[in-house]
């Protein structure tokens, strides 16, 4: 399931999967951040609060047609927590922590 996020680095380049993650970098303060085929995506700030602590932490965006939900659950602004919506109704949450580098599904559904 190494492609489940849809995108697919060469095998040349440095990226997640590798295990060699960059620090956060300098954004501006609030701006979520992820990192993906060798390049650090600035996404801009957080639009709201998906865990319910009160702290916006996550964005709504599109992914190839399908609706995705990025989030930080930790608070460093790095995105470690995905909700992928699939055109069929299929549903992928994924995380990525910095023991396992690499987005893996934690849960796969469908919305009925």
Known sequence: MDDWF???PDDGDVDARAGEVP???ALEPGSLWMYAAGTVWDLGPADFDGNGDGVADSIATELDGEHVVLADSDGDGRVD???????AGGV?????????????????????
């Open 6 to 8: 849809g995108i697919e």
């Open 23 to 25: 620090d956060s970098p």
């Open 81 to 87: 927590h995905m909700t992928r919506l699939g055109r």
């Open 92 to 112: 992928v949450v994924g995380e990525l922590s910095i023991d396992r580098p690499e987005w893996r599904p934690t849960s796969l559904g469908r919305l009925r």
